[in-house]
């Protein structure tokens, strides 16, 4: 009995973190106030500050995380409406995904090696831009930690998006088919979501980047890993 | 209190082809994650005309427009890492923040670049 109403008080918790989130987001409309960058700062420092367990949280949370998967899913109702636009931008969108999934891998590697980071942390690093479960797969199939590199997809996701307005600002792509791609590729699901607050095209492109790329990075990494590990 | 009950029917929907997707990853012993499949699945399904929109409509819009929302718990989970990001895991994050950029950045020119040419050779 008890555990349902913590469970209740976790989920209401995190609506009105949600709200608060986008009640911020849409006073100022930039990608790092987006709603879960505001919302899990105030669910933490909560939790935090009432010394309350994340797991205890979690009793609650695990409700939310049963609708994850048919969130998921959902991407492809948008996807099907723009399908006309969409199919006739096969090659672009393709080649834009697989060079950012290379990219994300191949840069990852060098910037490891040349940090010195080797090991698990190494292993759990390089699938960081694919979705959470491919990502958890691919690490631990070469000797990473789960968890671990669920914490990099994080940084890739969440941190990705806070500073996506001001990379594209300074670097481009300008238009709505190349920041699909960009934030699809490099921020997954996540990113998926913030681009689908821009615009409903953007976020279909963007569900195609982060379909592929979970594809392609499964298949990159453990090649990079043979041919220069 | 009827669109209550439309969109609760949808996401069962969506929830009967999630774990569709999640059985065929178990069945094929698949590395694509059964929400990813899903996805492919109910694509598949629409475009095949085999699933009516109006099955899904109303609960899928509600699910996109409030994407963000179904990340927060999941995300709150960094709490339990924080130990990580002292010392050398700030080195960690810059890697992680740096790679990603560089993702955005590439990933979505080539893309723009190829678009703005055939564009251009259409004209």
Redesign the interface.
Request: proline fraction near 3%.
């Given at each position: 009995m008890n555990e349902i109403w913590i469970g209740i008080a976790a989920v209401l918790g995190?609506?009105v973190?949600?709200q608060i989130?986008q009640f911020v987001h849409k006073k100022w409309p930039v990608s790092f106030t987006?709603?879960?960058i505001v919302?899990?700062p105030i669910?933490?420092i909560f939790?935090?500050s009432f010394d309350i367990p994340?797991e205890t949280?979690?009793i609650?949370?695990?409700w939310?995380?049963q609708?994850?998967?048919?969130?998921?899913?959902?991407?492809?109702?948008?996807?099907?409406q723009h399908?006309s636009t969409l199919k006739k931008?096969t090659?672009?969108?393709l080649?834009?995904?697989l060079?950012?999934?290379f990219?994300?891998v191949a840069?990852?590697m060098l910037?490891?090696v040349w940090?010195d980071?080797d090991g698990a942390?190494f292993y759990s690093?390089l699938p960081?831009?694919a979705?959470?479960?491919?990502a958890m797969?691919?690490a631990v199939s070469l000797g990473g930690v789960g968890?671990?590199a669920?914490?990099?997809v994080?940084?890739?996701?969440?941190?990705?998006v806070m500073?996506?307005s001001f990379?594209?600002k300074l670097?481009?792509?300008?238009?709505s088919?190349?920041?699909g791609?960009?934030?699809g590729?490099?921020?997954h699901?996540?990113g998926?979501?913030?681009a689908?607050?821009n615009s409903e095209l953007e976020?279909s492109i963007a569900?195609i980047?982060m379909?592929v790329s979970?594809?392609a990075v499964?298949i990159i990494v453990p090649l990079l890993v043979m041919v220069f590990m | 209190m009827l669109k209550f009950f439309t969109v609760a029917f949808h996401i069962a929907v969506l929830y009967i082809i999630f774990i569709a997707g999640t059985w065929i990853q178990q069945l094929f012993n698949l590395f694509i994650p059964g929400s990813v499949i899903g996805l492919v699945l109910l694509f598949t399904l629409l475009i095949s005309g085999v699933l009516k929109v109006q099955w899904i409509e109303a609960g899928t819009a509600f699910i996109i427009k409030h994407l963000a929302f179904f990340f927060i718990p999941v995300t709150a989970g960094v709490m339990n890492y924080f130990d990580l990001f002292a010392g050398k895991g700030v080195v960690l994050i810059l890697i992680g923040l740096i790679s990603t950029a560089l993702v955005m950045v590439t990933g979505g020119h080539v893309s723009q670049a190829l678009m703005r040419r055939r564009e251009a050779e259409h004209e």
């Amino acid at each position: 009995m008890n555990e349902i109403w913590i469970g209740i008080a976790a989920v209401l918790g995190t609506i009105v973190c949600y709200q608060i989130g986008q009640f911020v987001h849409k006073k100022w409309p930039v990608s790092f106030t987006a709603p879960v960058i505001v919302a899990t700062p105030i669910v933490i420092i909560f939790l935090l500050s009432f010394d309350i367990p994340y797991e205890t949280y979690m009793i609650g949370g695990e409700w939310i995380n049963q609708l994850l998967g048919p969130a998921v899913v959902a991407l492809a109702y948008p996807l099907y409406q723009h399908w006309s636009t969409l199919k006739k931008l096969t090659v672009p969108l393709l080649s834009g995904t697989l060079v950012g999934a290379f990219v994300g891998v191949a840069s990852g590697m060098l910037l490891a090696v040349w940090a010195d980071v080797d090991g698990a942390i190494f292993y759990s690093l390089l699938p960081k831009n694919a979705t959470t479960a491919v990502a958890m797969d691919v690490a631990v199939s070469l000797g990473g930690v789960g968890s671990l590199a669920a914490v990099f997809v994080m940084i890739a996701g969440v941190g990705g998006v806070m500073i996506s307005s001001f990379v594209f600002k300074l670097f481009g792509p300008v238009d709505s088919i190349g920041r699909g791609i960009g934030i699809g590729s490099a921020s997954h699901a996540i990113g998926t979501a913030s681009a689908m607050e821009n615009s409903e095209l953007e976020g279909s492109i963007a569900t195609i980047a982060m379909v592929v790329s979970a594809v392609a990075v499964s298949i990159i990494v453990p090649l990079l890993v043979m041919v220069f590990m | 209190m009827l669109k209550f009950f439309t969109v609760a029917f949808h996401i069962a929907v969506l929830y009967i082809i999630f774990i569709a997707g999640t059985w065929i990853q178990q069945l094929f012993n698949l590395f694509i994650p059964g929400s990813v499949i899903g996805l492919v699945l109910l694509f598949t399904l629409l475009i095949s005309g085999v699933l009516k929109v109006q099955w899904i409509e109303a609960g899928t819009a509600f699910i996109i427009k409030h994407l963000a929302f179904f990340f927060i718990p999941v995300t709150a989970g960094v709490m339990n890492y924080f130990d990580l990001f002292a010392g050398k895991g700030v080195v960690l994050i810059l890697i992680g923040l740096i790679s990603t950029a560089l993702v955005m950045v590439t990933g979505g020119h080539v893309s723009q670049a190829l678009m703005r040419r055939r564009e251009a050779e259409h004209e």
